[in-house]
């Protein structure tokens, strides 16, 4: 079963095209900075990262960041390396948290610590982290270099936070969405303000974009959280039922927990702790998923989420990029992988 969502504000599908279209030539000069700062005299590091970088992902987030810059009639050229930035920010964090998860399959293809072993893995990102750090340094902008680095400093926050929660059933929503806004949405929330302090447009516009960002990235991780559950591993690029057996608390199974019945609260306790995590199990889970509702509920809570995150651009620019970054979010919320 493939998970859908009803689009927020059209009949036809939603598609990342028009945005992809909006940036197309600004993309080839990030991809041209990925490329030349990946490089490095020992081997296995252009050779590890690029696997990764190269591995079909639609770079979202530094397309979120053109788009912007695009919106506020930018004309300059800094947000290419500033993209580049970014990029490094969420392929590092990617190898890192493959790493922790112990996870096999990113994007249908084998993980890097699959292939070179966790220290490469580690070590590369860590690599990559530098490489985006001496392009916001680059740059020049003390503005700049403070959004991307507190970004990067509350995406480990939030990664260390959804470690310490994991195994623990009495993880309680608001929790839950302090580990989402950071390990996720803080990366697209930072992204998008940056094109506002590279235009030199006033705090009111940083704000809204910030805003735009933030809640387009919660909407995004609740997505991912339902559809680990309803999709299967050739739609989502990943083994499904990760979150179930790495004993992930998400807001599915926190709703199906308070609404199901003694019984079935064992059942999640057990589940969660690590000693029901057969398929069978997983089977059961995305019964009592589907009978509380928490699945639908899950997806309806991404929409309100996406909505916030269109409202966020009301009054700002207009045209192409507006209506580009407006479908972005639908894609978002109604993205069946």
């Given at each position: 079963?493939?998970?859908?969502?009803?689009?927020?504000?059209?009949e036809?599908p939603?598609?990342?095209?028009?945005?992809?279209?909006?940036?197309?030539?600004?993309?080839?000069?990030?991809?041209?900075?990925?490329?030349?700062?990946?490089?490095?005299?020992?081997?296995?590091?252009?050779?590890?990262?690029?696997?990764?970088?190269?591995?079909?992902?639609?770079r979202?987030?530094?397309?979120?960041?053109?788009?912007c810059?695009?919106?506020?009639?930018?004309?300059?050229?800094?947000?290419?390396?500033?993209?580049?930035?970014?990029?490094?920010?969420?392929?590092?964090?990617?190898?890192?948290?493959?790493?922790?998860?112990?996870?096999?399959?990113?994007?249908?293809?084998?993980?890097?610590?699959?292939?070179?072993?966790?220290?490469?893995?580690?070590?590369?990102?860590?690599?990559?982290?530098?490489?985006?750090?001496?392009?916001?340094?680059?740059?020049?902008?003390?503005?700049?270099?403070?959004?991307?680095?507190?970004?990067?400093?509350?995406?480990?926050?939030?990664?260390?936070?959804?470690?310490?929660?994991?195994?623990?059933?009495?993880?309680?929503?608001?929790?839950?969405?302090?580990?989402?806004?950071?390990?996720?949405?803080?990366?697209?929330?930072?992204?998008?303000?940056?094109?506002?302090?590279?235009?030199e447009?006033?705090?009111?516009?940083?704000q809204?974009?910030?805003?735009?960002?933030?809640?387009?990235?919660?909407?995004?991780?609740?997505?991912?959280?339902?559809?680990?559950?309803?999709?299967?591993?050739?739609?989502?690029?990943?083994?499904?039922?990760?979150?179930?057996?790495?004993?992930?608390?998400?807001?599915?199974?926190?709703?199906?927990?308070?609404?199901g019945?003694?019984?079935?609260?064992?059942?999640?306790?057990?589940?969660?702790?690590?000693?029901?995590?057969?398929?069978?199990?997983?089977?059961?889970?995305?019964?009592?998923?589907?009978?509380?509702?928490?699945?639908?509920?899950?997806?309806?809570?991404?929409?309100?989420?996406?909505?916030?995150?269109?409202?966020?651009?009301?009054?700002?620019?207009?045209?192409?990029?507006?209506?580009?970054?407006?479908?972005a979010?639908?894609?978002?919320?109604?993205?069946?992988?």
């Amino acid at each position: 079963m493939v998970a859908t969502v009803t689009p927020l504000h059209r009949e036809t599908p939603a598609s990342l095209d028009p945005i992809m279209a909006l940036v197309s030539a600004d993309m080839d000069r990030v991809n041209e900075v990925i490329l030349a700062r990946m490089q490095s005299d020992v081997p296995l590091i252009p050779e590890l990262a690029g696997h990764l970088i190269a591995g079909g992902g639609k770079r979202m987030r530094p397309m979120l960041t053109l788009a912007c810059a695009r919106l506020l009639d930018y004309g300059g050229t800094r947000q290419h390396k500033l993209a580049a930035s970014v990029e490094f920010i969420h392929t590092a964090t990617l190898l890192h948290d493959d790493v922790v998860d112990g996870s096999g399959l990113r994007r249908g293809k084998r993980t890097a610590n699959i292939i070179w072993g966790n220290p490469a893995s580690v070590l590369v990102g860590d690599f990559l982290f530098s490489r985006a750090f001496e392009l916001m340094v680059e740059d020049g902008s003390l503005r700049v270099l403070r959004i991307l680095s507190h970004a990067s400093a509350v995406i480990a926050e939030g990664e260390v936070n959804q470690l310490t929660a994991q195994r623990r059933i009495e993880t309680g929503e608001e929790r839950y969405l302090d580990i989402i806004g950071s390990k996720t949405a803080a990366l697209f929330a930072a992204a998008c303000r940056i094109a506002a302090v590279v235009a030199e447009r006033e705090d009111a516009v940083e704000q809204a974009l910030d805003d735009y960002g933030r809640n387009l990235g919660i909407a995004f991780q609740l997505v991912d959280d339902a559809i680990d559950y309803v999709s299967d591993g050739e739609t989502m690029g990943k083994d499904m039922g990760d979150d179930f057996r790495d004993g992930k608390v998400t807001l599915p199974v926190i709703l199906a927990n308070a609404r199901g019945s003694d019984e079935d609260r064992r059942f999640w306790k057990d589940a969660i702790e690590g000693r029901r995590v057969s398929d069978d199990d997983l089977a059961y889970a995305n019964r009592l998923l589907r009978e509380t509702g928490a699945i639908d509920d899950t997806l309806a809570r991404a929409r309100q989420y996406g909505q916030k995150a269109i409202d966020a651009l009301a009054g700002i620019g207009g045209g192409k990029a507006r209506a580009a970054l407006v479908e972005a979010v639908e894609f978002a919320v109604a993205r069946a992988y």
